[in-house]
Structures are given as structure tokens and as C-alpha cells.
């Protein structure tokens, strides 16, 4: 028997009859993309029926809003059904409008009932992030919620307990998928394929994933089915 390189994955349940719903939550245009892209091409790429809702709390009636639509288009493409909202709740100001975006997020517990929610992680030091991953535990008790990580000037990476594996393929999509939608970015120092590709082989080292890549979250509650 050859040695294992990493601990048997856990396996969303291969059983289910209907569509998996994923619920996608970002504070700003490309957090989403950032965080769990490659995760979210990936799922698409094993599963045929999933229903994508990806809410984007910032950036509706600026520039960034068609880039965010584009974006969602790109990592979305081979979604069963997909819902995108951009909202125009003002960045860098989320702490202070905070009953506003409760609103909206009571609005989508209220027609979505997703499956897995994939959202900001609890210790992100953006205060738009913190809100958003604040909010989402706040609305949602009964969803198995996954929180992605942002690379950031303010450094605030920590150690990650649950790890999505990428093929080298998926990882080039991602990184690609980021420049050819976020034009605006491209400018800054941080916004390169060497830093979303530099932290996916970090967490595959960690994760010990076959092509060496993967994306790192936080699962602050899982219930194993046995
Ligand atoms: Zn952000």
C-alpha cells in the first residue's frame, strides 16, 4: 500500500437528489473570485447540478459592477441556475451601516435556502469583510458555512482547518479569470498572479494536495455524517 499524502477527504454527500445550492457572499467586487474561485471552478467542474447565488455587498452604480457581473459570468459559466446581486453599500463603511446590509441579508435568507454557504472569514481584518462573515452566522444556523481567506496588506493570514485541493489547471483559470474581469485592479501592487498563486501553494503544502495547490478556509462547525 503506498503512503497517504494527506488525510482521506471529507465528501459533500454524493447521495443527494437535488440541485447542491452554494450561497457566495463578498463584501466588494473580486472577494468572492479571490477567496474561493478556484474551489467554486472546481465544484462546477465535478457536479452538473448546482444553483450558484452570489451576492456582492459592494460596488452597484460604479465601475466595479460590470466587472463583478463579468467575473460571476466567468466562474459561474457551468452553473445549473445562477443568481448574481451586486449591491451599492459603500465601501470601507460596512461597520456603520450595519442594520442596511442585515436587511439584505434577512432578504436572502428569505428566498435562498442554500445548501453551503461560502463567505468571509471571522478574523478578516477588513471591517466590511468582518461584517459580512459576522452577518452571515448572525442569519444562517442550519448550512454548512465555509470561511475563505483575502490576502491582504494588513496580514491577517492564519491557520486554516479545511483545505479544497486544485489541479494546476483550475488554479491558471483562476488567476486568469481575476485579470481578464478585474481591469480595474490590475494597477495595484498586490493584485498579480503571483500572490493568489503564491497562497495556493502555501495551503497545498499544507494540505498535501496532489498537484500542490489549494485553497485554505476556516470550518468553524461541521457535523461528520457517519
Ligand atoms: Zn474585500
Given amino acids: 500500500m503506498s503512503p497517504r499524502r494527506a488525510p482521506a477527504p471529507l465528501a459533500l454527500d454524493p447521495r443527494r437528489a437535488g440541485p447542491l445550492r452554494v450561497l457566495c457572499l463578498g463584501a466588494h467586487p ?7 474561485g478556484g474551489t467554486i471552478l472546481a465544484l462546477l467542474a465535478a457536479r452538473r447540478n448546482v444553483e450558484c447565488h452570489w451576492i456582492v455587498f459592494s460596488g452597484a452604480g460604479g465601475p466595479r459592477a460590470q466587472e463583478a457581473e463579468t467575473s460571476a459570468g466567468l466562474f459561474l459559466a457551468r452553473a445549473r441556475r445562477r443568481q448574481v446581486v451586486v449591491h451599492g453599500f459603500r465601501d470601507g463603511f460596512f461597520p456603520y ?12 435568507a428569505r428566498t435562498v435556502s442554500p445548501d453551503l454557504i461560502l463567505t468571509h472569514t471571522r478574523a478578516d481584518r477588513h471591517q466590511d469583510h468582518r461584517v ?6 448572525n442569519t444562517f444556523r442550519s448550512q454548512l458555512i465555509l470561511e475563505y481567506e483575502v490576502p491582504k496588506y494588513d496580514g491577517d493570514l492564519g491557520v ?4 479544497v485541493p486544485l489541479s494546476s489547471a483550475i488554479a491558471r ?22 500572490t493568489f498563486h503564491g497562497l495556493l501553494r502555501l495551503r497545498g503544502v499544507e494540505s498535501g494536495a496532489p498537484e500542490g495547490l489549494a485553497e485554505a478556509f476556516y470550518a468553524r462547525k461541521t457535523i461528520l455524517s457517519l
Fill in 173 to 194: 483559470r483562476k488567476t486568469s479569470h481575476l485579470h481578464k474581469a478585474f481591469r480595474s485592479q490590475r494597477s495595484k501592487r498586490w493584485f498579480t498572479a503571483d
Fill in 132 to 137: 459580512v462573515s459576522d452577518l452571515t452566522w
Fill in 30 to 36: 473580486d472577494d468572492i473570485e479571490i477567496g474561493c
Fill in 97 to 108: 451601516v450595519g442594520a442596511a446590509i442585515k436587511e439584505a441579508f434577512e432578504n436572502v
Fill in 160 to 163: 486554516p482547518n479545511l483545505f
